[in-house]
Every structure is written in C-alpha cells, then in structure tokens.
C-alpha cells in the first residue's frame, strides 16, 4: 500500500511537472514571437531611416543649387533694370532731341 500512494504521488509530480514544461515551453514560444516582432520593427526603422538619410542629402543638394540660382538670378535682376534705366534715358534723351 505505501509503494501504491508513493508512486501515485510520484506520478502527480511528473503530471504537474509536465504541465510547468508545457507552460514554460509556451511562454518561450510567445517570448521568440515578440523577439521576432521587435526584430521585423528595428529592420523596418532602420530602412525608414535610411531613406530619410538619403532624402536629407537630395534635399540638402537641391538648397544649395537654389541659392547658386537665387545669387546669379540676383545679379541678372540688378542687370535687367540697368538695361531699362539706359533704354529709358536714351529714349528720353532722343525725345528731348
């Protein structure tokens, strides 16, 4: 009789042991998902950041060929309104003729 309740005992162990494992199995299986998901995210950001890195650039570029434009636009305004102060004064001066 007491080898009969000392295997049942032994047998509840294993039964409640097997039952931790398969907890603990399923919370490992739940860990590696989220480590997976966290994984798939930083790949995600990184690309993310690698594209606004790479947008940057183009967007520092396209600033400076603007103001190269803007200062040779500057000079060629400032040359326009020379011309037609000139235009202006000669057509004066010959109708004063």
């Known amino acids: 009789m007491m080898s009969e309740q000392r295997f ?4 509840n162990t294993l039964e409640t042991l097997t039952t931790k494992m398969d907890k603990l199995s399923e919370s490992m ?3 590696i998902r989220m480590e997976e998901k ?3 995210a930083q790949d995600r950001l990184d690309n993310i ?4 890195n790479t947008h940057g ?8 060929k603007i ?10 305004e400032w040359f ?5 102060v000139a235009i202006v004064s000669s057509i004066a001066i010959i109708l004063r003729s």
């Open 29 to 31: 299986s739940s860990v």
């Open 49 to 52: 950041d690698n594209r606004l």
């Open 80 to 84: 326009v309104r020379i011309l037609l």
């Open 38 to 40: 966290q994984l798939a």
């Open 57 to 64: 650039v183009t967007l520092d570029n396209h600033s400076i």
């Open 67 to 76: 103001a190269t434009i803007s200062k040779a636009s500057g000079a060629n």
């Open 8 to 11: 049942d005992r032994i047998e």
